[in-house]
């Protein structure tokens, strides 16, 4: 195929929402509120890390990457469908599409190395407490954090690469509210078995490896709580993990709820992609706030601070 005949298509329009009418203006204020939640609620997070020395800890450390990420992801997508519900106008360009797809692929990427990599931190924590701060030394904390924006760069990269060589000729309405691979390769009237190749290959890995450190962190954790059972240590481990296991059950009960469930499911793929892109890193603050003890001694301390200055 020439290389002018690669994309005829010079924009695609997104359906978004299934909004009933005359009810727009609700849910631009509800997800207007999600949004402003998820961006002051995480960059809470990360001003209290940075201003509390006592959270200069390699768990901490790697939540704030978290809620940077959590911004992020969440910024690529809702501004977008926000303008969309305000205005009505639904067509973004075609270097626009790709563009939030490739943000959007590397910011859940990240969110998906990083909690592996909390994860590897909690084990750490747990089963080896006395060799925790050799082995989580910060050179380590830095290549690891490193590693997880690099492998993400990659791999989205990749598919980008692989995606801007397809023709999209006449078909242009994407069944979504943002740019998805999925919806993109349906449009596209070239072979994508390559793409799928891909998705199905490099994908899975970096899906499923993070998933699997995840999985053995927590599957050594309960061996050793369960070797020498008592409620102290059952309580201490809660405390430790209890934050990062919600976070992770939340995000992947989402995620399978998008790419394992969404073809069955119809339309509620898009019910199930709010829930992650909008949901989840709004309660991810709260998650943190509210069951870590550090979290809130550190927001009591900003607030007194607050209160000494305005006196």
């Known amino acids: 195929m020439r290389p002018e005949n690669r994309s005829s298509v010079s924009q695609f ?3 978004g929402l299934p909004i009933p009418p005359g009810q727009q203006g609700v849910f631009f204020t509800l997800f207007l509120g999600m949004y402003l939640t998820t961006v002051l609620g995480n960059l809470l997070i990360i001003l209290l890390i940075r201003l509390d020395s006592r959270l200069h800890t390699p768990m901490y ?3 704030s990457h978290l809620a940077f990420s959590d911004i992020d992801l969440s910024s ?3 501004p977008k469908m926000l303008m969309n519900i305000q205005t009505q106008q639904q067509s973004i360009s075609y270097g626009g599409c790709i563009s939030q797809l490739y943000f959007y692929m590397f910011f859940v990427g990240l969110d998906n190395l990083l909690l592996a990599v909390m994860a ?3 084990y750490v924590a747990i089963c080896h407490p006395l060799h925790y701060t050799s082995i989580m030394r910060e050179g380590v904390c830095v290549l690891l954090v490193a590693g997880s924006w690099i492998i993400s760069c990659a791999h989205d990269l990749l598919h980008i690469l692989l995606l801007v060589r397809l023709s999209f000729c006449a078909d242009n309405i994407i069944t979504h509210f943002f740019c998805d691979l999925a919806a993109l390769l349906k449009l596209s009237c070239s072979d994508v078995s390559l793409n799928e190749l891909v998705i199905f290959t490099e994908g899975g890995i970096i899906f499923f490896l993070p998933f699997g450190i995840i999985l053995g962190s927590y ?3 309960g061996i050793i709580i369960l070797r020498v059972p008592s409620t102290k240590r059952l309580f201490k481990a809660f405390s430790t993990c209890g934050s990062h296991l919600s976070v992770v059950l939340l995000y992947y009960g989402t995620t399978a709820g998008v790419y394992f469930f969404s073809s069955s499911w119809g339309s509620k793929d898009i019910i199930a ?4 892109t ?4 709004m309660l991810n603050p709260f998650i943190y706030s509210l069951r870590n003890r550090d979290m809130k001694q550190a927001l009591e301390m900003c607030v007194n601070r607050v209160k000494f200055f305005n006196w």
Do not use: N
């Not at 992609?273 to 992650?276: C, G, H, K, T």
């Open 13 to 15: 329009l997104l359906l």
């Open 61 to 63: 450390f790697f939540l």
């Open 76 to 78: 690529v997508t809702v």
């Open 120 to 122: 590897y931190d909690r």
């Open 219 to 221: 599957i050594r954790i």
């Open 273 to 276: 992609s709010v829930m992650y």
């Open 278 to 281: 909008v949901v989840t890193p």
